[in-house]
Structures are given as C-alpha cells and as structure tokens.
C-alpha cells in the first residue's frame, strides 16, 4: 500500500470520527505528498519487474517516444504546409499543435540524451517508417 492510500484511509476514519482538524492536518500532508514528485529512469524502475513486466513497459515506452516523434514531426509539417498560404494564418489546430511540439519534443530528446548514435538511428528509421505507413 502506497503512502498516499495510506493517508487516504487516515483521512476517511477522521471523517467518520468527525475529527475535522485531523482530517485537515492529514489533507495538508497528502497535498504535500502529492506535489513531491519523485523523478526516477525506466532503468531504475525496471530492474525490480519481471521478464514481462519488463518488456511490457519497454513496449509502451517506444510506443510513447515513437507517437510522440510522429506527432511532433506532423506539428511542424502541418504548421509549414499552411505558411505557405499565408504568414498569418492562426489555425487553432496549429496553435495547440505548437503547445505540444514543444512537450513532445521533450520526450524525444530523451532517445538522443542517451548519447547511443546507432539506437537513435534505429528510433528514427521506426518513426518514419511508422509515418510512411500513417501518410
């Protein structure tokens, strides 16, 4: 049981009890638990999972850096082919497709952060790949 369910619970019994400033105190520290947000790699986190848990996660984990490159690259494209008819066009589509460029871009740093020349090679030939297929 997490530290945050374990409040939970705490937090319920001082409802039952109507024991609100203890309800309150307790409130306080999970909004503090909550905020604190524990940064920690895949590699980390991988060595404590089993043989399918560990392929499963490095399943989904391509899967977010590769959606994310397609989206990325779409963004840009899309944002290029309408300046063509005009400087000024404000699409809204482009105006949050530029809010998540810079987001997504975040994320596929992470596969050149690695500093590996032949896995981000590897990455970018699967993403346009994939975008061949999507186009």
Do not use: P
């Not at 977010?64 to 963004?75: E, Q």
């Not at 944002?79 to 596929?108: C, P």
């Amino acid at each position: 049981m997490t530290d945050l369910q374990k409040l939970d619970i705490k937090i319920s019994k001082a409802l039952r009890k109507r024991n609100y400033i203890e309800c309150n105190k307790l409130s306080a520290q999970k909004k503090v638990l909550m905020q604190a947000k524990e940064q920690i790699s895949l590699a980390k986190v991988i060595e404590e999972l089993t043989d399918k848990e560990k392929k499963e996660s490095l399943r989904l984990m391509n899967k977010t850096f590769i959606l994310s490159d397609l989206l990325y690259g779409t963004a840009i494209e899309f944002e290029s082919y309408l300046k063509k008819f005009g400087k000024s066009i404000d699409i809204e589509a482009v105006s949050q497709a530029k809010k998540a460029v810079k987001l997504l871009h975040g994320i596929t740093k992470n596969v050149d952060d690695l500093k590996d020349d032949e896995l981000s090679e590897d990455f970018g030939e699967k993403c346009d790949s994939i975008s061949l297929v999507v186009d």
